[in-house]
């Protein structure tokens, strides 16, 4: 009874109404909040905390900057889908959602910005392997057709699997430790009316998730050639994983680019089958499909790459192993 209360003295007020139905259809900053209702960044600020106590609202930091969002679990989940529902139409609403068209467009535009400063490097390196689309493809077809109660994006970057995989899933989080990448994403899935998926600041070694929360999928795509450990990723991903979930890693075979090591930041230059496997027994997961997906004929010779697909579930059978082995 007192956490309804809490919640009905909350959502109770004008201002509030308008923070909540705002924050169910994008993730704001407080600067982009007071910006749309022409309020005062301490009344603003006042109001969200009320929001966020009585668990209407979700906080996630960014660097310096503090986003917020409609909580997607639970009761004041519950609740405030609810009160959206009986919220209908109001002047004041649609002047906000008309403002919220002016944040989109300006984000919209700072990520265009960032992305044709780095596009020349992200297509000198598409260049060289299949095309996104065929890996795509492959993706689709190893991960189940039925829809995904959640699904991780473990080094999101632009959120193309975010978006990619949308229409798959109930709940998606991607996460990423770079603010100008997260931005690109942010702007993407809103574009994409992908609501039901959403982004995170945050260290693939360190994921900051509660221990009540699992996801039934989880994928590296081509991100643990860029990292010192990839060994220790798999791993802290693999704990996140509900009994028979599955994992999916989109990278590199081996090969012998060494600019992209020197010019591009890869830590490594492909990985070989044994290794990832040795991953997988070490993250108590069962390999279950491998995929290899080769340049076009014409693009075969030497200086091009071989993206491989590795998946992997986990079971309780693996699980133990993987504590024997330790």
């Not at 044994?274 to 997961?285: I, N, P």
Request: aromatic fraction near 6%.
């Amino acid at each position: 009874m007192e956490t309804l209360l809490t919640m009905l003295r909350a959502a109770g007020d004008r201002t509030r109404l308008r923070l909540l139905i705002l924050l169910h259809e994008a993730e704001l900053t407080v600067s982009e909040l007071t910006q749309i209702l022409g309020q005062s960044q301490p009344r603003v600020s006042r109001h969200l905390k009320l929001l966020c106590d009585a668990g209407l609202l979700e906080r996630f930091k960014e660097g310096s900057w503090v986003f917020y969002r409609a909580a997607d679990r639970g009761r004041g989940a519950d609740f405030g889908r609810f009160l959206l529902d009986l919220a209908g139409r109001d002047e004041a609403v649609a002047s906000d959602r008309r403002q919220l068209g002016s944040v989109r467009a300006a984000r919209a535009a700072a990520a265009a910005a960032f992305f044709k400063t780095n596009a020349a490097e992200w297509e000198r390196i598409r260049s060289l392997h299949a095309p996104d689309q065929e890996v795509e493809a492959a993706i689709l077809r190893l991960l189940p057709a039925a829809p995904v109660e959640s699904l991780l994006d473990a080094g999101t970057g632009t959120g193309r699997m975010l978006e990619l995989l949308a229409p798959r899933v109930r709940r998606g989080v991607g996460v990423d430790v770079s603010p100008e990448m997260l931005a690109i994403a942010r702007d993407r899935l809103e574009r994409a009316r992908a609501n039901h998926c959403q982004v995170r600041l945050a260290d693939i070694h360190r994921l900051p998730f509660p221990p009540d929360l699992a996801f039934d999928v989880a994928l590296f795509h081509q991100v643990l050639h860029y990292l010192d450990d990839p060994q220790a990723a798999v791993m802290e991903v693999a704990r996140l994983l509900k009994p028979g979930g599955r994992l999916l890693i989109a990278d590199f075979a081996p090969h012998d680019l060494e600019f992209l090591r020197s010019e591009l930041a890869h830590r490594r230059l492909g990985f070989p089958d044994r290794e990832v496997e040795s991953w997988f027994a070490a993250a108590g997961l069962e390999p279950v499909a491998s995929e290899a997906i080769a340049p076009a004929t014409d693009k075969a010779s030497s200086g091009k790459l071989t993206v491989k697909i590795w998946m992997a579930t986990k079971s309780a059978l693996a699980d133990a192993r993987a504590k024997e082995a330790a």
